[in-house]
Nanobody, 123 residues
Framework: QVQLVEFGGGLVQAGGSLRLSCAAS????????MGWFRQAPGKEREFVVS????????SYAESVKGRFTISRDNAQNTVYLQMNSLKPEDTAIYYC????????????????WGQGTQVTVSS
């Protein structure tokens, strides 16, 4: 059982940046692909970005390409999401998740989830 805890959410003005972190409880973290999803009020949870277990492959939603960057440090059991040029439409609760393949973009394909962290972008 992998436990995930997100950090780094907050309030930022449009055009600003935030860095989210997700710390995993297990050393087996390095065996998992990791993803970030987000859910805005009244909307379904949507895929943002994912990274393979080695960090060598990534997949991005079109809406965040060129603005968001995912990375991981397997020695620290942590995955990061650097978010730049933030827009009000990026406002949501952001969740990290662990799964078997970075190619999965459906939230149901991921096995373990953090509790989420709120990101609010003001205009």
């Amino acid at each position: 059982q992998v436990q995930l805890v997100e950090f780094g959410g907050g309030l930022v003005q449009a055009g600003g940046s935030l860095r989210l972190s997700c710390a995993a409880s297990e050393a087996t973290f390095s065996r998992y692909a990791m993803g970030w999803f987000r859910q805005a009020p009244g909307k379904e949870r949507e895929f943002v970005v994912s990274i393979s277990w080695s960090g060598g492959s990534r997949s991005y939603a079109e809406s965040v390409k060129g603005r968001f960057t995912i990375s991981r440090d397997n020695a620290q059991n942590t995955v990061y999401l650097q978010m730049n040029s933030l827009k009000p439409e990026d406002t949501a609760i952001y969740y990290c998740a662990a799964g078997s393949s970075y190619a999965y973009t459906a939230w149901r394909e991921y096995d373990y989830w953090g509790q989420g962290t709120q990101v609010t972008v003001s205009s």
